[in-house]
């Protein structure tokens, strides 16, 4: 065994100082006890599961809407390849080939003139051949219904249109109702009752004339 040597035994003290001074710089130099942190880590135990599940709900929203879009977007796909095809089947139908389009020049004749009575064109294709007959040219300009003049058998000698319907509704006038007091009602009843009275009076007068 190897015998400590005098520097070591000297240094010894010094290397244990310096040791402590090292462990108190590392200690905590105070201790703050909060009670508003502690009630808050206590009581939040609810809070902090609701907030933990409108964050799971959240990331569901976004991921269902992610979802959609890339669903939305793989129809668009779809229908746009379905598209295609049923193009490509057209053409084949109509004897052309799938992947080319004609021009208009190879297939149309066109009607060079439209001054005849009867016409025949024909268009040609590859595969089949139509024959369109013009029989007779439609002139618009001579067709205006806002220039015909009414002549005498349209109905020249018709009279006018009248509404009687509309002439009894401008003939008749608004009844004004007369609101009596109970004392000019009671006058006006008494008038009337006198005047029945003179007429059945004149009446037996005249029969009493007549017999005699």
Do not use: C
Not at 15 to 38: G, L, N, S
Request: charged share 40%.
């Amino acid at each position: 065994m190897a015998t400590p040597n005098n520097i070591a035994l000297l240094t010894q003290s010094h290397r244990a100082i310096a040791a402590k001074r090292r462990r108190k710089q590392d200690q905590v130099k105070e201790i703050v006890f909060d009670d508003e942190a502690r009630r808050e880590f206590l009581t939040g135990f609810h809070k902090r599961k609701v907030a933990r599940t409108e964050a799971a709900k959240k990331k569901a929203l976004e991921r269902q809407k992610q979802e959609r879009l890339e669903a939305r977007n793989e129809q668009r796909r779809a229908l746009r390849e379905r598209a295609k095809e049923n193009a490509a089947l057209i053409e084949e139908a109509y004897g052309g080939a799938p992947g080319t389009v004609k021009s208009d020049e190879d297939e149309w004749a066109g009607i060079h003139t439209s001054d005849g009575q009867h016409q025949e064109d024909e268009y040609e294709g590859e595969e089949q051949l139509a024959t369109v007959t013009v029989v007779e040219d439609f002139d618009l300009d001579s067709f205006k219904l806002h220039d015909k003049k009414p002549t005498h058998d349209d109905g020249k000698g018709l009279p006018p249109f009248s509404n009687p319907i509309a002439k009894k509704r401008g003939k008749t006038e608004e009844k004004k109702v007369r609101y009596q007091t109970h004392s000019a009602r009671k006058q006006e009843r008494l008038k009337q009752r006198v005047t029945w009275a003179e007429r059945v009076e004149a009446g037996k007068r005249r029969k009493g004339n007549k017999k005699r």
